[in-house]
């Protein structure tokens, strides 16, 4: 399995959650990293990357709230999510940015108001 992505769950708005992600070697090494949602109705968008030196990126919609990181020697990302939104309710991947892996299932996430 190339991407395997854990955490999700059900939260009350405001509230905080992690996810992870295992990736397999192969993707992981040299890639930019990122997290990716998909909301019920919407196209996949990216929410965060990371490069291998730790260089960050977020989508303007979860700036301040979200922090994306990895850890090089476990092939591991991971995305802290704070003060949770409604509209943050989606089913979150990770997968590559430079070259893209067979997307996983995803982890859901939920945000009630």
């Known amino acids: 399995v190339q991407l395997q992505a854990s955490g999700g769950g059900l939260v009350q708005a405001g509230g905080s959650l992690r996810l992870s992600c295992a990736a397999s070697?192969?993707?992981?090494?040299?890639?930019?990293m990122a997290w990716y949602r998909q909301a019920p109705g919407k196209q996949r968008e990216l929410v965060a990357s990371?490069?291998?030196?730790?260089?960050?990126n977020y989508a303007d919609s979860v700036k301040g709230r979200f922090t994306i990181s990895r850890d090089n020697t476990k092939n591991m990302v991971y995305l802290q999510m704070n003060r949770l939104k409604p509209e943050d309710t989606a089913v979150y991947y990770c997968?590559?940015?430079?070259?893209?892996?067979?997307w996983g299932q995803g982890t859901l996430v939920t945000v009630s108001s």
């Open positions: 990371i490069t291998e030196g730790g260089s960050t």
């Open positions: 070697q192969t993707l992981f090494n040299l890639n930019i």
């Open positions: 997968n590559g940015v430079l070259w893209i892996g067979t």
